[in-house]
């Protein structure tokens, strides 16, 4: 995993020997001839015409993070956001059906609710931990299973092996977010997935500078078993010339290149080469960091644990979480740095906690070098209902930890000053009431 998280689809071998992948800054590509751009539009080759669809900075972050997650290809576009919605709209069609793990990030639940229930698809919310439900979900028009590897913000684990058999058995892919796990620390190809999306805003990047996201594809989903479902990839596409299903023979993911020539190019959700290359050096040491910030996590979610103002820390080390025995089986360098903790007092808590910080930074991001904390239910999950808060449990005084790479003393030092704060409010019933 570090050597190729190092080395993976670079070579110093561009034309001035550069070391670190260069970034191409250009919108369009020259060619010696017409009939090289004329075949390369009517996809009998392989190139770049034009940056929306494609650059060779992003190409080695694709072919990088495809052989980080073992997979077979990857397509990098504008934000985790873009990975999601690029990766479900290539799976699903007006009046398909979706079914989704009520442990999503609270904009994966909102682009379920609202916007791809525009486009005519509906979508059943399970709790990923219950298979009994999940099973009784799949319906015939179902097209995709959606799940996090690493919930965000409760740190709760899939039982990914269990879901895939469910959904595999009624040829259904399962799309894996595996945003907070990051390959460092779970391959979800080895363990059932068809497709894998990241923000690689978070992990991958590592240090808050940059938005990116990836679908990657490993390998599992061929559409050319249930050929009558999947008729965009497997009949000749009209517009594009090909039949996209045709790229499985040669070892090429199909339905990655029918996102990228229709979903990237329609919408413009192109990643830029600047980005591909923050993205390239902070994957270099992905390795290091995924297991320094797990050890920190888990160490402070020990301390929380039973202090004074916390109900409960939702972190799989915990006693007496459920999802434990997954922890040791599928997830034995770590869980990441993001987990959540609930604070007895709901919202007040919360808020003199989150002011009382010091060292934290209160902002709504996941995965940098800097620890960042921020109270889910009025900002990444404010948008939703309240039950489908409760679902993934996110209530007033639930606040969420992103532990950076800081030392666990200082950390630790800098929660004592908020949970003080908290300790500090007047008791609910000595409050003054609320105009
Ligand atoms: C698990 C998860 N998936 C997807 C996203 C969306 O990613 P981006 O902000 O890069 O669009 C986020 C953002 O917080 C996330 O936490």
Known sequence: MSTAAIHAGWRADDAHGAVVPPVYATSAYAHESHA????????????????????????????????????????????????????????????????????????????????????????????????????????????????????????????????????HARDVPVVVDSTLASPALYRPGEHGADLVVHSATKY??????????????????????????????????????????????????????????????????????????????????LDLRMRAHSTTAADLAARLH????????????????????LARRDFPRGTSGVFSLELAGGEAAAAAFCDALELWTLAVNVGDARSLVCHPGTTTHSHLTEAQRLACGVTPGTVRLSVGLEDVEDLWEDLRRGLAAVAALPAADEAAPVP
């Open 306 to 325: 039973g202090a004074d103002g916390v109900e409960r820390v939702s972190h799989p080390t915990i006693p007496g979480r459920p999802d434990a025995p």
């Open 36 to 167: 090289s751009l004329r075949d390369l539009f009517a996809r009998r080759c392989d190139g770049f015409a034009y940056s929306r669809s494609g650059n060779p900075t992003t190409a080695v972050l694709e072919r990088r993070i495809t052989a980080l997650e073992g997979g077979i290809g990857a397509i990098a576009v504008a934000s985790g956001q873009a990975a999601t919605t690029i990766a479900l709209l290539a799976l699903l069609e007006p009046g398909s059906h979706l079914v989704a793990s009520s442990l999503l990030y609270g904009g994966t639940t909102e682009f379920l609710d609202d916007t791809l229930a525009d486009l005519g698809v509906t979508t059943t919310v399970v709790d990923p931990a219950d298979l009994t439900a999940l099973a009784a979900a799949i319906t015939e028009d179902t097209r995709a299973v959606l799940v996090e590897s690493i919930a965000n913000p409760g740190a709760q684990l899939v039982d990914l092996p269990a879901i895939a058999e469910i959904a």
């Open 204 to 285: 991958l990047s590592g240090h808050g500078t940059t938005i990116a996201g990836l679908i990657v594809d490993t390998g599992r989903f061929d559409p050319r078993r249930c050929p009558a479902r999947w008729t965009r990839l497997t009949t000749r596409n009209r517009r594009f010339g090909v039949t996209f299903a045709d790229d499985y023979e040669r070892g090429c993911s199909g339905l990655l290149a029918y996102a990228r020539a229709k979903y990237v190019t329609d919408l413009g959700a192109t990643l830029p080469a600047a980005s591909a290359q923050q993205i390239l050096v902070g994957i270099e040491t």
